[in-house]
């Protein structure tokens, strides 16, 4: 049967494309419109048009991951116990720093489970692609809830759609969102390069913490022990 007498929503047979047929391959033409490039994608913007770009960038990610649940729950080689898991989540937006997305499990039997995605990283303008994988990669948690990222649960990401693989790494979050925090080494000086030790973080460790951590470098080169510090930017 050819693709004209093909009956099936185009949504589902973008949706349900195997991990080895990339969406980028796709023509634009042939994505459904929530998959396409949101107005002003990849563009400078401030004060209000970054605003309303963000909105749209949060309805393109909520429409993704309607499709992805309507999917899964039409696939049949998914579970009648693994689709009513699903049902018992609900899709918001959190101000995640440090992954793009999470799934919290209900916290008693029957209960109601979440499914976040990072908004900080919506906003800034996160691929549709990565969003499709993001979300299939929270519906695999929720679908095989105690697994974490076993086998089992790597099985069900690769069945969806997914890679079965981290989202994204360290260093491509902190790209994306930034740093309000650097730590540098006492003795060294507040001046990048020229320390010990130098990081980037969202918030300002705890002075406890900060006080009793000394410089490895310094101690394990001089003997000498040295503090971090740290200063907002």
Known sequence: MSDSEDDTPLVHRITKLQP?????????????AYMR???????????????DRAYKFRHRAEAIFKAEVEAVLENPRVFKSQKESLLNFSFHFDN???RR???KYPRVPGGKGYICLSATMVDRGTSAEKIQKV???EIS??????????????????MIGGDGKRCCSDKEVKEIIGHRVEVYCSLAGPVEGTGHYFAKMQKAPSAK???????????K???IVSYLRYRRV
């Open 221 to 223: 080169e001089g003997g």
């Open 209 to 219: 913490k900060m006080t009793s951590k000394c410089c490895g470098k310094c101690k």
């Open 20 to 32: 080895s047929v990339s969406l980028s391959v796709c023509q634009e033409a042939e994505l459904p």
């Open 96 to 98: 995640g720093t440090t």
């Open 135 to 137: 979300i299939r990669h």
């Open 37 to 51: 490039p949101v107005e002003g994608e990849g563009q400078e913007l401030k004060g209000q048009a970054w605003v």
């Open 141 to 158: 948690h929720a679908c095989t809830p105690g697994c974490k990222h076993n086998q089992t649960w790597k099985n069900f990401d690769i």
């Open 101 to 103: 997305g999470v799934c």
